[in-house]
């Protein structure tokens, strides 16, 4: 899909919490190049007052809807509705694009039916963990080479299960884990995944949120953070610092490296204004991060298009069946 000439129609389709705090407030970011021609759910009423709060209609029966009324499909349902759903919407699939909620399958024998998926192009997955603003930054450092060569990735209470791998992988070029290991701790699991040329990704729970520590060791450098940007004490090498204004958190900056590198948050204003049920600053930066995944439909983008539904399954079954069993073989999905 390249830059839309004109604005694209949306059809959303769910109105639970993510639709209202995430889904619906990033298209509103994005009302430049995307029109909410509706929104649809199982029950028609919740559609209505998810719908009512954005100005768009609420649609009771997509199959009103005809092949080509609508560019893209954007679907945030419980798991393991999703191939349910999109059986329904499947009329609409030919032409038009996909972003759907990790990891977009909920039961393995949903593997067998993904062809439902297979219908829509492109797809994204809005796995918006691994898209925030502060997440890409510390991307943009590894691959413009400023850490060196990266051999381990260390997560301390801020990823959970499948978003924390995606996180991992993100950073390590979306390499797949060759192995899990794994040991239980209080409040959830120690996980440690290795992957090919010896690199490894260490996951420590529990989680906390907008809480914890991260570190990235390159062979020039260390980069480390608190999540928020939060001072850390004695950082090593690099770190994580957030930059501030009068109306709160304006930015993030990498510290210690021989070329600085920053990066604004220019829908912060917006958001703090929509007021939303959860106006916590870590979903804010959360709806950027989902902003960034549905406008990967039409920029150039250097995650998201090779970040495919079979690997958001992949990292859904793997960190799933790492919190059961001391040592889970990976082999390629």
Known sequence: MTQPSSRLRALVVGSGYRVRNAFLPALNLLDSHIEVVGVHSRTFANASRAAERWNVPAIE???????????LALVSVTVTNNVAVLRSLAHLAPGAALVIDTPGV?????????????????????????????????????????????????????????????????????????????RRVPGGVDIEYRFRGGRIGEVHEPYRQSEGSFSVTGSTTTLTGDPMGHPI???????LRRVEDDDGIAGFTL?????????????????REMKLEDDSEFNLLRIDGLAQVISSLWTDDPLNSRYRLEDAVADNLVSWAARFMPWVPTPRF
């Open 233 to 239: 004490p004695d950082p090593k090498g690099a770190s």
């Open 255 to 271: 510290d210690g490296l021989d070329k600085p590198l920053h990066i604004d948050l220019p829908y912060q204003a917006a958001l």
């Open 106 to 182: 909920g039961r393995l024998d949903d593997l067998a039916r993904l062809a439902q998926f297979r219908r829509w192009a492109p797809i994204r997955v809005g796995e918006d963990f691994m898209n925030m603003p502060q997440y890409r930054l510390v991307g943009e450092a590894i691959r413009s080479g400023a850490l060196g060569e990266v051999s381990r990735v260390a997560m301390s209470q801020m990823g959970y299960r499948y978003h924390a791998l995606a996180l991992v992988r993100s950073w390590l070029g979306l390499s797949a884990p060759t192995s899990a290991r794994s």
């Open 61 to 71: 029966d997509p199959r009103t809807l005809r092949p080509g009324d609508i560019d």
